[in-house]
């Protein structure tokens, strides 16, 4: 592995693209490969031996694409790291939104939306048990949210409901156990997306973003492993994605992501790809 090769980021679509950026912003000289497989999108209503097929064959794109890492900006993924191959290091944004979690809170309760497969496979939870007893969650899954931010915001109404359909039940559930839900965990990258409107529904939960926690976990393995980009300039960002060309320049220019070229590409078929420059 080159010291100078790529980061890679795995997600089913644009919701990888919050971690992408929080790591552009703190990691700026380092290079990035995202794979966005939005023709699959989304990942949390499919089985998990499926999932597990797609992730390594992403993962093995990415390293014949010379990949120093891999991160799994997706929670559905990262929920089943244990089941996955790799030869690179792999990184789980549910580790990195658990070690969010115990920054916000020691003891009680922590709301979490996901999709529903992060929730059927316990991820958090399993990982949250590492690291305490004394910390649990009130996870709700959501079967439509993830699908409604990557096609796009243009229903604020239809947004709004899918909002309230993933986070009241949870709301709901710490009443009837004498509890004020004060933080909600965005189990799902696609969440932070929509961070605004889930504020302005709900102004008394404090939202917790696992992407702050990916950027430290990376920082650690770098500065551990003296693997940073060894040039000194801004390093380059290449994105591909399976399908939804136009929702990911849109989505490119409305999180001012860092991006050198844009590819359409297929899994096992990268010579079919075609690029655009930004």
């Keep these: 592995m080159d010291n100078n ?3 890679g980021v795995v997600d089913s679509g644009i919701g990888g ?3 992408l950026k929080a790591l552009q912003d703190r990691l700026p000289n380092e290079n990035y490969l995202y794979f966005g497989d939005s023709m699959r999108m989304p990942y949390g209503e499919r089985e998990n031996d499926e999932l597990i097929m797609l992730a390594n064959t992403i993962i093995s794109e990415l390293e014949n694409r010379g990949v120093k890492a891999v991160v799994l900006a997706c929670n559905t993924l990262s929920s089943l790291i244990v089941e996955l191959s790799a030869r690179v290091p792999l990184f789980s944004v ?10 916000w809170r020691d003891r009680g309760l922590v709301g979490l939306i996901a999709t529903t497969a992060t929730v059927k496979n316990r991820g958090y939870e399993k990982e949250l048990e590492l690291w305490t007893r004394d910390v649990e969650y009130i996870a709700q899954g959501t079967h439509t949210l993830a699908k409604v931010i990557n096609d796009g915001q243009g229903d604020l109404k239809i947004l709004k409901n899918n909002i309230r359909e993933a986070v009241e039940p949870i709301l709901l559930k710490g009443i009837k156990q004498g509890i004020v839900i004060e933080e909600l965990l965005l189990g799902c990258t696609h969440f932070p997306i929509v961070a605004v409107t889930i504020r302005q529904m709900y102004p008394e939960l404090e939202l917790i973003n696992p992407a702050n926690g990916l ?3 990376l920082t650690k393995h770098l500065t551990e492993f003296n693997y940073f980009n060894s040039r000194d300039d801004i390093g380059s960002t290449q994105i591909l994605t399976t399908a939804d060309y ?8 409305e999180l001012e992501i860092d991006c050198d070229s844009l590819e359409m590409t297929e899994l096992h078929l990268p010579s079919t790809s075609t690029s655009v420059s930004f």
């Design 94 to 103: 549910i580790e990195a939104g658990v070690q969010e979690t115990l920054n």
């Design 215 to 217: 950027v430290r976990q």
């Design 17 to 19: 693209f919050t971690v």
């Design 5 to 7: 090769g790529p980061i």
């Design 246 to 253: 136009d929702i990911f320049v849109r989505m490119i220019k």
